[in-house]
C-alpha cells in the first residue's frame, strides 16, 4: 500500500477541519477527491504534504513509514509531491534554476549524481513539451507574472521533472480555460504509471472527463462520506452535494450518541 | 541624494525595498533629498516584506530544506541591485550575504 491514512483529524487555530478521514491508496491507481468548498480537500492536500500550521492527529503511513513524523522536505525527496492550488511567486530565482536544485536534492536522496546545467536543460526541454510550455518561461522567475494557466502548468512540469511516487494535485483544473485544461490534463495522463499513484482534488467532473480516476471519494465535514467508481462523479455533477453532506450530517458522532 | 543649483532637468529615483528575516527586526527607511534646482524630478519609494511563510513551504515541498530555501529567497530578492554592481562587487555581495545568512532560519 503506498498510502494509508486512519482516523486522520487536522485543526487550525481549535477548528477541527478534518474529522477522523480515512483512505487507503495503492500505486498505480488515481484516484479523485471531490467535495463542497470547506469540506476539508486542501486541508488534506496541505497536511499530507506537511504544512506546519495544523494540528495533526491520526496515522499516515507512507510505504508502511510515518509521513506525518516526517518534515516538508524529507517527504518532498522520498517522493511525495504537491500541485499547489495557488502556486507562489518567488521574485528574482529563475525558474530553470529553481526546478535543477529541486531535482538535484531529490537525486542526491536516490542516490544519483547531480546534474549540471547542460544536461538539466535536455531534460527540462523535453519535459516542457508535455505541458507545451514554451522555453522563454524557463528564464522568468519562479511563477512571477505567470497567468493562472502557465502557473498551473509549471506545476505539472514540475512534477513530471520530479517524477514522484505519490502526486497530490490540488484544484489543478479551477481557473484554467478549456485548452489549458486538456493540455493539463492530457500532460498528467502521460505521467500516469503503475509506480505513480495520484490524488486528484477537484470539483469539477470535467478534468476527470480527461483524467479517468479509479476511485472517487466524495468529502464532507472533514471526513469521506461516501466511495466509488468514477460514476460517483457523474452523478455528482447531476444531482450535487446536498445528499451527501446531509450523509455526513446524519454520520456525525454527536447525532448517532443522541439516538435512543 | 543631493541635485545641485546647476543641474537643470535632473531625474532621480530612490527605491528602499527591505527584507525582514525572523519576526525579531524591523526597518526604518530615512531618504535625505535635498534640491537646489526647481526643475528636477525626485521620486523615492519604500517597500516592506518578509520571507513569506508560503515562499518557504513551496520550496520544501520542492525538496528544498528551509535554509537553502531562505538564502534562495533572499538572493532572488537582491538580484536587481547585485545585477547592477560590476562583476568584482557582485561577487562580494553574494558571497557576504550567504555568510551573513548561516543559521538565521530554523
Same mark, same amino acid.
Given at each position: ?260 | ?33 535635498? !534640491? ?5 524630478? @525626485?521620486?523615492? %519609494? ?6 513569506? #511563510?508560503? =515562499? ?17 529567497? !533572499? ?5 536587481? @541591485?547585485?545585477? %547592477? ?6 561577487? #562580494?555581495? =553574494? ?12
Amino acid at each position: 500500500m503506498m498510502l494509508q491514512i486512519r482516523n486522520l483529524r487536522a485543526s487550525v487555530g481549535g477548528k477541527e477541519i478534518l474529522r477522523g478521514l480515512d483512505l487507503d491508496v495503492r500505486a498505480g491507481e488515481v484516484h479523485a477527491i471531490m467535495g463542497p468548498n470547506g469540506s476539508g480537500k486542501s486541508t488534506l492536500a496541505q497536511v499530507l504534504a506537511g504544512r506546519e500550521t495544523y494540528d495533526v492527529t491520526g496515522e499516515v503511513l507512507y510505504e508502511g513509514r510515518n509521513l506525518l513524523a516526517m518534515s516538508p522536505e524529507q517527504r518532498a525527496v522520498e517522493g511525495v509531491f504537491l500541485a499547489f492550488q495557488y502556486p507562489v511567486e518567488i521574485p528574482g530565482v529563475g525558474n530553470l534554476y529553481f526546478l535543477r536544485t529541486a531535482l538535484n536534492m531529490v537525486r542526491k536522496q536516490r542516490g544519483l549524481e547531480e546534474l549540471d546545467a547542460m544536461d538539466f536543460l535536455a531534460l527540462a526541454k523535453e519535459r516542457m513539451k508535455l505541458v507545451e510550455m514554451d522555453q522563454s518561461f524557463m528564464n522568468r522567475s519562479v511563477n512571477e507574472g505567470f497567468s493562472g494557466g502557465e502557473k498551473k502548468r509549471n506545476e505539472i512540469l514540475q512534477m513530471a521533472v520530479l517524477e514522484p511516487k505519490l502526486a497530490i494535485l490540488d484544484e489543478t483544473d479551477s481557473g484554467l480555460d478549456i485548452d489549458a485544461l486538456r493540455v493539463v490534463a492530457s500532460g498528467v495522463n502521460a505521467l500516469r504509471s503503475k509506480e505513480r499513484a495520484l490524488l486528484v482534488i477537484t470539483h469539477y467532473q470535467r478534468l476527470l472527463d480527461y483524467l479517468v480516476p479509479d476511485r472517487v471519494h466524495v468529502i464532507a465535514n472533514g471526513r469521506i462520506v461516501r466511495s466509488g467508481d468514477k460514476n460517483l462523479a457523474l452523478e455528482l455533477e447531476k444531482y450535487g452535494y446536498t445528499d451527501v453532506e446531509q450523509d455526513a450530517a446524519g454520520a456525525t458522532p454527536s447525532a448517532v450518541g443522541a439516538m435512543p | 541624494m543631493n541635485i545641485l543649483k546647476t543641474a537643470t532637468g535632473a531625474r532621480n529615483h530612490t527605491q528602499c525595498d527591505s527584507l525582514l528575516l525572523g519576526s525579531q527586526c524591523g526597518a526604518h527607511t530615512f531618504p535625505y533629498i535635498e !534640491v537646489m534646482n526647481p526643475t528636477a524630478q @525626485v521620486e523615492h %519609494e519604500a517597500s516592506t516584506s518578509t520571507i513569506g #511563510e508560503d =515562499q518557504l513551504f513551496y520550496c520544501r515541498q520542492r525538496a528544498i530544506p528551509v535554509e537553502d530555501a531562505a538564502s534562495m529567497i !533572499v538572493n532572488g530578492f537582491c538580484r536587481e @541591485v547585485f545585477k %547592477e554592481l560590476p562583476m568584482e562587487f557582485a561577487v #562580494e555581495a =553574494q558571497k557576504l550575504l550567504s555568510v551573513s545568512l548561516e543559521g538565521c532560519v530554523g
